[in-house]
C-alpha cells in the first residue's frame, strides 16, 4: 500500500510534490542498508552539490567539508571572518 505525504503546512507545498507517494527504500537491520561513512566528527547539516559531491557541517572539527567523487576529503570552510567558528551551521 502506497502512503501519501501528508504536508503540515502549506509552505510544503512550493518545494516538495504532496501528490507523489513515499517510497520504501531499505529496511533496518536489513541487507539494504550500511554504514555510507564513520567517523563523521559529528557532521549535519548535510548536502550534494551540482556534482554530486558530498557537502558536511563538521562540529567537532568546526569546519565545512566535501567528499570528492574519488573518496578524499576537501576542507571548503574551518573560518568565518578571521575567527574559528563553534558551529559551522551557524555561518549560513
Known amino acids: 500500500m502506497a502512503t501519501k505525504i501528508e504536508p503540515l503546512a502549506p509552505e510544503m507545498e512550493k518545494i516538495i510534490d504532496v501528490s507523489q507517494t513515499i517510497q520504501h527504500l531499505a529496511d533496518v537491520p536489513g541487507q539494504g542498508v550500511t554504514v555510507f561513512k564513520g567517523p563523521t566528527n559529528r557532521a549535519n ?3 550534494r552539490d551540482l556534482q554530486g559531491r558530498l557537502l558536511a557541517c563538521e ?5 565545512v567539508t566535501r567528499q570528492e567523487l574519488d573518496g578524499r576529503l576537501t576542507v571548503i570552510a574551518n573560518s568565518f571572518q578571521g575567527r574559528r567558528s563553534t558551529a559551522p551551521t551557524t555561518w549560513w
Open 45 to 47: 547539516g548535510l548536502t
Open 59 to 63: 562540529h567537532d572539527s568546526r569546519r
